[in-house]
């Protein structure tokens, strides 16, 4: 769960890094485009949303791409949210650790089509990406430690 301070510093953020562990155990770090919140709820958990969008992929079939086929064999997943700038003081960092599975279109809750809503505000170029057609990641934040050069904590 994150605190006021936290949220905003992760929804500040226009990247996150998204760490999968392999089969064989070792972890997989991968840049992703994300955003906060669930449809019409306030308490709870946070969820994060992550799409496979139409970024040229090492897969046309974004269900055999190693991030998708990890979490399917492995759910507990780990982001890291940062800060970073010449001026040291300003330095700061967010680590959750939570939870993720593959949410598909039309997953029933809407939370697939309100995903889909919210990538598109925050990133204009997903106007003109199919990401309404194609699952999406979905991470459940069940603990976060974070850090800020400022005051030591975010």
């Not at 510093?9 to 992703?32: W, Y």
């Not at 090492?58 to 399917?72: E, N, Q």
């Not at 106007?127 to 194609?134: A, F, G, L, N, Q």
Request: hydrophobic content about 40%.
């Amino acid at each position: 769960m994150l605190d006021g301070e936290q949220r905003e510093f992760v929804e500040a953020r226009r990247t996150a890094t998204l760490v999968t562990t392999s089969r064989s155990g070792l972890p997989r770090p991968v840049p992703i485009c994300f955003v906060l919140g669930e449809p019409d709820r306030e308490s709870g958990p946070t969820a994060l949303y992550s799409p496979l969008d139409e970024k040229r992929k090492s897969s046309a079939d974004v269900r055999a791409l190693a991030r998708v086929r990890d979490i399917a064999a492995r759910p507990s997943v780990t982001l890291l949210f940062e800060r970073w700038s010449e001026d040291w003081s300003r330095l700061a960092w967010l680590r959750a650790r939570g939870s993720a599975l593959l949410l598909e279109p039309g997953d029933g809750i809407g939370r697939h089509r309100w995903a889909v809503e919210a990538l598109r505000n925050k990133y204009p170029q997903y106007r003109t990406h199919r990401i309404e057609t194609s699952p999406m990641i979905r991470v459940v934040i069940d603990e976060v430690a974070s850090w800020s050069a400022a005051t030591g904590r975010i």
